[in-house]
Every structure is written in structure tokens, then in C-alpha cells.
């Protein structure tokens, strides 16, 4: 409920600044044109994430600190994400399109072995979760409304080393989601724009493994810069919460990768973006490259802290 009345709240704000700037048509605007004036779209983004240094609320520790106060008989060392995302959008009318994503993930983790201080690496890979839904763009196309469906498609049983991966080296959820998402444009002039934005993603049973993901919880505000018809830079400032996993396992966790209670907590990003909205030729393609950064994180138990993620993606038009 909480989450919905955020939502409510974003959408009648935006529905009051609306009419206050109808006369500033900037280039903030082109995507959404593209989205109205196109039948389809293709984006393919690919993404990689670093996370080191295990760390509890109180901050990072070294191996030999973590292994002195908990009994766990591994420590994650470094884990790396990449996925490889293709989003497909087929507009139902003006204002409305069906849309499809489908990621598929590279997942590695080290540890350390209590014992001996040895290093062992695992890899996972393969298609996640895909989701569908429809994206829909609002209130003279400044507010953007996305509603998703996640289907169980990627995988929790995955296993290396004859052991079954922790619950960040698993490419699904194992249950079904639904995903929402308010973001409203308000132009200030001059080709500034400021872009507040809220997102939930919720899982609705739990999977066959019996456990289910905590919901997810986004809220951040982007300020960008459009320079003529092609370029943008912004910044972006956002917050995330992962709510505590429900697990019914009876599971005694060598390492907190399969611990369930070192599965939540709180991070705030900044992020910086650069677009590039071909022309003339290009007009038909779209270039985005963006570099986040955590600024802090206050998380349960012990886990690995994220260090940076690089994203680019590729749009194409028809």
C-alpha cells in the first residue's frame, strides 16, 4: 500500500505541473516522438556490475576479520554481473505499446576457504526472468507508465562444484512478479528537465526451492541537459530497498551467499547518463551510455558491496 500511494501521489503532481510548461517543447521530448511516430522498436543493453569487499552495517572487513567473528567456512571474495538484455516494443496505439525483455546473465562469484584461505571460483549463465507488459506514455506524453508481468523463466537451481550457488548466482526468482514504474518529465527551460521516477517490483508466491525474493523498492529524481536535437547528459540520484527474503529451508549456511538473512538492505546511487538521438541517417537509432556508483549502503548481514556498474545500450526504430 505504501508503495501504491507513492505512485498516486507522483501521478497527481504530475498531472499539476503538466499544463505549466506545454509551451516548452524541448528536445527532452524526442524520445517520446520516436515512441509515438515509430511501430517498433528493438533496444538491446548490456550491462556489467563489480561487487568486492564483504562488509556488515559497520562496513568492510578483511577475510581474516570475517572469518575471527562469524562462524561461516567461506567468505565471498568478488562477484561480477553482465547481462545481455533485448527489449522489444510494438506500439497498440498512439500512447501505448506491448513490450518484452529478455536478459540473459553471466554471474561470477570467488570465495575463500576458511580452511587454508584457498580461492574457489563459480560461474553461472543463462536466460533470466523475461518479462512483458505494456509502456505507456501519459498527460501530453510526459508521464511515462510501465506495467510488467515476470514470468519464472530463469533458473534456481543452479550448481558448481557439486554444490548448489547462492541466491545472487541464480539467474531467476523462481516465482511470477509484477513490476510498475511512474516517471514524469517536467521541462524547466533552456533544454533542462528534471525527471522524478518510482518503481516497485513484487513477487507473488513462493518458488519451488521454498523461498521467495524480497519485493524491490525504487525512488529517484534525474536532471538532465539536452544540447540541440542530439545530446544529453544527466544525473541521477536513486534509492533502493530490498525487503528480507522469506525462506522456509532449514539450511545451515556455510557462507552468507546462501544465507537467508544477508539477502537485504538499503543502497543509494548516483548515476551519470549520456545519450546521443541520431540524426538524419541515424535518425532511426539511439546510443545511451551511463556509469553508476554506489554512495551508500546499509546492508544485512554479511555481503559483498557494489563497487560500479557500466550500461550501454542500442535502439533501433521502425
Given at each position: ?9 507522483l501521478a497527481t503532481?504530475?498531472n499539476t ?17 520516436k515512441h ?17 569487499n ?5 562496513g568492510s572487513l ?7 567473528e562469524t562462524?561461516?567456512?567461506?567468505a565471498?571474495?568478488?562477484m ?5 538484455m533485448l527489449?522489444f516494443?510494438?506500439?497498440?496505439n498512439?500512447?501505448t ?5 529478455a536478459?540473459?546473465k ?12 584457498s ?15 505494456t ?15 515476470s ?5 534456481i ?15 531467476g526468482?523462481?516465482?511470477y512478479?509484477?513490476?510498475l ?5 517536467f ?5 533542462w528537465?528534471v ?5 516497485l517490483?513484487t ?7 521454498d ?5 524491490r523498492?525504487?525512488?529517484?529524481v534525474e536532471?538532465s ?7 544529453e547528459f ?19 549456511a556455510?557462507?552468507?551467499?546462501i544465507?537467508?538473512k544477508s ?14 538521438l541520431?540524426?538524419g ?14 554512495l551508500?549502503?546499509?546492508?544485512a ?17 521502425f
Amino acid at each position: 500500500m505504501k508503495s501504491l500511494s507513492i505512485l498516486l501521489l507522483l501521478a497527481t503532481v504530475g498531472n499539476t505541473f503538466a499544463h505549466n510548461h506545454e509551451n516548452h517543447k524541448q528536445s527532452h521530448n524526442s524520445r517520446h516522438t520516436k515512441h509515438l511516430t515509430s511501430k517498433m522498436m528493438i533496444k538491446y543493453q548490456y550491462s556489467s556490475m563489480l561487487m568486492e569487499n564483504i562488509g556488515n552495517d559497520s562496513g568492510s572487513l578483511s577475510t581474516n576479520e570475517f572469518f575471527t567473528e562469524t562462524s561461516f567456512m567461506m567468505a565471498p571474495k568478488k562477484m561480477t554481473m553482465k547481462m545481455h538484455m533485448l527489449d522489444f516494443m510494438y506500439s497498440l496505439n498512439g500512447n501505448t505499446s506491448f513490450m518484452l525483455m529478455a536478459p540473459y546473465k553471466e554471474l561470477e562469484m570467488t570465495m575463500v576457504k576458511k580452511m587454508g584461505r584457498s580461492e574457489v571460483t563459480s560461474k553461472s549463465a543463462g536466460m533470466g526472468d523475461i518479462k512483458l507488459g505494456t509502456h505507456s506514455l501519459l498527460m501530453e506524453h510526459k508521464l511515462e507508465l510501465l506495467v510488467l508481468l515476470s514470468l519464472p523463466t530463469g533458473s534456481i537451481t543452479k550448481e558448481d562444484h557439486s554444490k548448489r550457488l547462492g541466491y545472487k548466482m541464480q539467474l531467476g526468482s523462481g516465482s511470477y512478479g509484477i513490476d510498475l514504474g511512474l516517471k514524469y518529465l517536467f521541462e524547466l527551460g533552456n533544454d533542462w528537465a528534471v525527471r522524478p521516477e518510482v518503481k516497485l517490483m513484487t513477487f507473488l508466491n513462493d518458488n519451488s526451492e521454498d523461498y521467495r525474493l524480497g519485493n524491490r523498492y525504487f525512488y529517484g529524481v534525474e536532471l538532465s541537459k539536452a544540447f540541440g536535437k542530439s545530446y544529453e547528459f544527466a544525473l541521477n540520484y536513486f534509492h533502493k530497498t530490498i525487503d528480507p527474503l522469506k525462506s522456509n529451508e532449514d539450511v545451515m549456511a556455510m557462507s552468507p551467499a546462501i544465507d537467508p538473512k544477508s539477502q537485504h538492505g538499503n543502497r543509494d546511487y548516483l548515476k551519470t547518463q549520456f545519450r546521443y538521438l541520431g540524426q538524419g541517417s541515424l535518425s532511426k537509432y539511439e546510443l545511451g551510455l551511463s556509469y553508476t556508483i554506489p554512495l551508500k549502503q546499509d546492508l544485512a548481514g554479511y555481503q559483498l558491496r557494489e563497487q560500479n556498474k557500466f550500461s550501454m545500450n542500442l535502439i533501433r526504430f521502425f
